[in-house]
């Protein structure tokens, strides 16, 4: 199975939406293979976003994403990448469907509560950018069976 970075970003940790997040991806039958709080910092941020470095917004990006701590995740499971992405919603809230994770807990697209990785690819460059490898677990779920046919 594939594996996907996420962080609950800083709003997300103080607005105590930590646990409410893990709660759905576990629901969904995903596996939780690594997770850290940490305080990022400005020059990590701007490596993991460098691909919207020239956009307007990147340096208030960079700045409301190193404001507090984050909740990094490596979650693994079957199409992780494409569903993760479904289940957290749009980029911004305002088009985003209730039921997603934006669409229940945030209104603006610069304070939108959650990162997913948006491709197979951009996830494996961010876990090695965000995680050593002890940092990550191969463990067995024994609901594996009733997840999975
Ligand atoms: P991430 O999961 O955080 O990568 O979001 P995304 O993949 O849905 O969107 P994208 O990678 O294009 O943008 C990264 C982040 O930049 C978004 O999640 C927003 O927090 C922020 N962002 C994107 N577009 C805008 C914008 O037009 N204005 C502002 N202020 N922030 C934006
Ligand atoms: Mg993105």
Known sequence: FANVFKTVKPDGVQRKLVGEIIRRFERKGFKLVGMKLLQASEEQLRQHYWDLREKPFYNGLVKYMSSGPIVAMVWQGLDVVKTARKMLGETNPAD???GTIRGDYCVEVGRNVIH???SVQSAQREISLWFKHDELFCW????EHWIYA
């Open 140 to 143: 067995e779920e024994c609901s």
């Open 116 to 118: 997913g990785s948006d």
């Open 96 to 98: 985003s469907l209730p």
